[in-house]
């Protein structure tokens, strides 16, 4: 809801300042020299007056983390919904093409979520958790409707290990699939071979001049994932 009362806007706006400045400097600096007293030095004010607002640079650290998952989040919605609900490869790849878009365009944000841990923080569950599994839940679902319409093939027999089913089990219950243990399992070689791909150019760890045609380069690996994991597209409706 909107803020309603001149002070509540005043307050919305300045949380808006804090958090843009917020970026800024963790563009610049980095998160680990990210310090309140310098965002409040950009906002004008004396570091009292940010702190009726961000209790601490954990607070603004956590801040942070939740805006850019939300903001990753909605990238690839956004880039989900508009693809055919039936067409399984196309929504994965739409999904991947968003996060690596947001990732390139927002570096310091990306290695914010998905790089090396600030040293001295830890992002509180209770706040990161939900917000943080949007990408994962998208793709869960992507999953769980080919698995439905039956255009994820899945072998036979799956070859699960016996070890991982207790924790297939409450993954499956904690995304309220009904997705079998050899489809989840695939669910998570598509996320973490696809964030992998991402975090590899985005930290430059192909090297320099490695690959001269980088988008090329993602889309085979795309084409590769979903024909590794099963993923093909419904037949159309005569």
Do not use: C
Not at 20 to 28: F, T
Not at 228 to 233: E, I, P
């Amino acid at each position: 809801m909107a803020a309603t009362t001149p002070r509540a806007r005043a307050r919305a706006q300045t949380m808006a300042d804090i958090l843009r400045i917020g970026r800024e400097h963790l563009a610049v600096h980095g998160a680990a020299a990210l310090s309140l007293r310098a965002v409040a030095r950009d906002l004008g004010v004396v570091s009292s007056a940010v702190y009726r607002y961000v209790a601490n640079r954990d607070e603004l650290l956590t801040l942070l983390v939740v805006d850019a998952y939300e903001e990753l989040g909605n990238a690839v919605d956004n880039a989900v919904v508009v693809v055919d609900p039936h067409d399984a490869p196309e929504r994965f790849r739409a999904l991947a093409r968003a996060v690596r878009r947001w990732a390139l365009r927002e570096p310091a944000r990306y290695a914010l979520l998905f790089g090396s841990p600030v040293p001295g923080y830890r992002a509180p569950a209770e706040r990161t958790t939900e917000p943080g599994t949007r990408v994962v839940t998208r793709l869960v679902e992507i999953l769980t409707s080919a698995y439905a319409d039956g255009t994820l093939r899945l072998p036979e027999p799956d070859g699960i290990p016996g070890s991982l089913h207790a924790d297939l089990d409450r993954i499956r219950s904690e995304t309220g699939t009904d997705l079998p243990d050899a489809a989840l399992a695939r669910g998570i070689l598509l996320w973490s071979s696809l964030f992998g791909a991402v975090s590899f150019e985005v930290f430059g760890q192909y090297g320099e001049n490695t690959f001269a045609a980088p988008d090329d380069l993602f889309e085979h690996h795309l084409t590769v994932l979903a024909e590794t994991v099963g993923l093909t597209a419904a037949p159309p409706k005569s």
